[in-house]
Protein backbone atom coordinates (compact mmCIF):
# COMPACT_ATOMS: atom_id res chain seq x y z
CA UNK A 1 0.00 0.00 0.00
CA UNK A 2 2.82 2.49 0.96
CA UNK A 3 5.02 1.40 -2.26
CA UNK A 4 1.66 2.48 -4.42
CA UNK A 5 0.89 5.73 -2.54
CA UNK A 6 4.70 6.48 -3.22
CA UNK A 7 5.00 5.25 -6.69
CA UNK A 8 1.66 7.73 -7.40
CA UNK A 9 3.09 10.71 -5.53
CA UNK A 10 6.63 10.24 -7.55
CA UNK A 11 4.72 9.85 -11.11
CA UNK A 12 3.19 12.99 -10.38
CA UNK A 13 6.19 15.25 -8.85
CA UNK A 14 7.83 14.31 -12.22
CA UNK A 15 4.85 15.02 -14.54
CA UNK A 16 4.46 18.58 -12.82
CA UNK A 17 8.37 18.99 -13.28
CA UNK A 18 8.55 18.35 -16.73
CA UNK A 19 5.66 20.77 -17.38
CA UNK A 20 7.22 23.30 -15.51
CA UNK A 21 10.43 23.29 -17.48
CA UNK A 22 8.59 22.47 -20.76
CA UNK A 23 8.43 26.29 -22.98
CA UNK A 24 5.00 27.15 -23.43
CA UNK A 25 4.83 27.74 -27.16
CA UNK A 26 2.16 30.33 -27.06
CA UNK A 27 4.72 32.52 -25.48
CA UNK A 28 6.92 34.59 -26.95
CA UNK A 29 9.18 36.39 -25.62
CA UNK A 30 9.34 37.54 -22.30
CA UNK A 31 8.54 41.61 -22.30
CA UNK A 32 10.71 44.14 -20.63
CA UNK A 33 8.88 45.92 -17.46
CA UNK A 34 8.87 48.68 -19.48
CA UNK A 35 7.34 47.20 -21.99
CA UNK A 36 4.64 46.10 -19.31
CA UNK A 37 4.32 49.74 -17.75
CA UNK A 38 3.94 50.76 -21.43
CA UNK A 39 0.90 48.85 -22.17
CA UNK A 40 -0.59 49.21 -18.90
CA UNK A 41 -0.83 52.74 -18.70
CA UNK A 42 -2.07 52.59 -22.58
CA UNK A 43 -5.08 50.30 -21.14
CA UNK A 44 -5.27 52.60 -18.11
CA UNK A 45 -6.21 55.82 -20.47
CA UNK A 46 -8.24 53.58 -22.99
CA UNK A 47 -10.38 52.93 -19.87
CA UNK A 48 -9.79 49.17 -20.20
CA UNK A 49 -8.92 48.98 -16.40
CA UNK A 50 -11.78 48.83 -13.44
CA UNK A 51 -11.28 50.49 -10.81
CA UNK A 52 -12.68 49.55 -6.99
CA UNK A 53 -15.51 47.00 -6.72
CA UNK A 54 -17.66 48.27 -9.40
CA UNK A 55 -16.81 48.55 -13.31
CA UNK A 56 -18.26 51.73 -13.59
CA UNK A 57 -17.31 54.34 -16.54
CA UNK A 58 -17.05 58.25 -16.01
CA UNK A 59 -20.32 59.43 -17.85
CA UNK A 60 -22.91 56.52 -16.56
CA UNK A 61 -23.40 58.88 -13.26
CA UNK A 62 -27.25 59.50 -13.23
CA UNK A 63 -28.18 63.40 -12.68
CA UNK A 64 -31.42 64.07 -10.35
CA UNK A 65 -33.99 66.14 -11.92
CA UNK A 66 -35.32 67.15 -8.45
CA UNK A 67 -33.40 69.65 -6.16
CA UNK A 68 -32.13 68.52 -2.94
CA UNK A 69 -34.48 70.76 -0.80
CA UNK A 70 -37.61 68.69 -2.82
CA UNK A 71 -36.48 65.12 -2.55
CA UNK A 72 -35.69 66.22 1.32
CA UNK A 73 -39.82 67.18 1.92
CA UNK A 74 -40.44 64.21 -0.55
CA UNK A 75 -38.88 61.96 2.44
CA UNK A 76 -40.52 63.91 4.87
CA UNK A 77 -43.75 63.37 3.74
CA UNK A 78 -43.45 59.75 2.91
CA UNK A 79 -41.79 59.59 6.73
CA UNK A 80 -44.56 60.97 8.99
CA UNK A 81 -47.17 58.74 6.49
CA UNK A 82 -45.65 56.02 7.51
CA UNK A 83 -44.66 54.95 3.80
CA UNK A 84 -40.59 54.46 5.00
CA UNK A 85 -39.82 51.38 6.56
CA UNK A 86 -37.34 51.99 9.61
CA UNK A 87 -35.87 49.48 11.69
CA UNK A 88 -35.98 45.80 10.62
CA UNK A 89 -39.58 45.42 10.47
CA UNK A 90 -41.58 44.70 7.20
CA UNK A 91 -44.74 46.24 7.64
CA UNK A 92 -45.63 49.38 9.78
CA UNK A 93 -46.98 48.20 13.02
CA UNK A 94 -50.65 48.82 13.63
CA UNK A 95 -51.94 50.00 16.67
CA UNK A 96 -54.84 47.99 18.29
CA UNK A 97 -56.92 48.91 21.13
CA UNK A 98 -57.77 45.55 23.72
CA UNK A 99 -61.51 44.85 23.93
CA UNK A 100 -60.82 43.56 27.44
CA UNK A 101 -60.16 45.53 30.64
CA UNK A 102 -56.35 44.36 32.42
CA UNK A 103 -58.24 42.48 35.19
CA UNK A 104 -60.40 40.88 32.92
CA UNK A 105 -57.22 39.45 31.05
CA UNK A 106 -55.59 38.70 34.38
CA UNK A 107 -58.50 36.32 35.26
CA UNK A 108 -58.17 34.40 32.24
CA UNK A 109 -54.98 33.71 32.16
CA UNK A 110 -55.30 32.77 35.89
CA UNK A 111 -58.38 30.22 34.89
CA UNK A 112 -56.25 28.76 31.68
CA UNK A 113 -53.76 28.32 34.47
CA UNK A 114 -55.50 26.10 36.81
CA UNK A 115 -56.93 24.28 33.78
CA UNK A 116 -53.48 23.57 33.15
CA UNK A 117 -54.09 25.41 29.55
CA UNK A 118 -50.76 26.64 29.83
CA UNK A 119 -47.66 24.84 29.01
CA UNK A 120 -44.60 25.33 31.10
CA UNK A 121 -40.99 24.48 30.49
CA UNK A 122 -39.41 23.33 27.18
CA UNK A 123 -41.18 19.26 27.93
CA UNK A 124 -44.27 19.60 26.66
Known amino acids: MKLNLIATALVASISMLA??????????????RADVKAEAKAANKAGQIPHGELDVSKGDKAKSTKSRTDVKAEAKVANKSGEIIQGDRDIPAVKTKSTKSRSAVKAEAKAANKAGEIKKGESQ
Open 19 to 32: HAQAPSSAASEPLS
